[in-house]
């Protein structure tokens, strides 16, 4: 059970940022192409990001070697 609760457990903006080791400047630009992981309404106020859905986004990013240009 801990590891669905894991997998559950939801992040906020700032907690996703420093995860992903990116800064808030280059994920408004995610944000703006739509390019980020889906948002969880916690409340009125609050949101964040659940760590599953977080793996799935980073999972569909992820390129083959066959992919990466050559040089």
């Not at 894991?6 to 944000?31: H, P």
């Not at 990001?49 to 793996?55: A, G, I, S, W």
Request: glycine share 8%; net charge neutral.
């Amino acid at each position: 059970m801990g590891e669905e609760l894991n997998s559950i457990r939801v992040l906020s903006e700032t907690e996703l940022r420093q995860m992903l080791g990116i800064s808030e400047r280059t994920f408004d630009r995610l944000r703006y192409r739509g390019d980020v992981p889906p948002k969880t309404q916690l409340s009125e106020r609050r949101v964040g990001y659940r760590v599953c859905d977080v793996e799935e986004w980073l999972d569909r990013r992820r390129q083959s070697d066959a992919a990466q240009p050559l040089g």
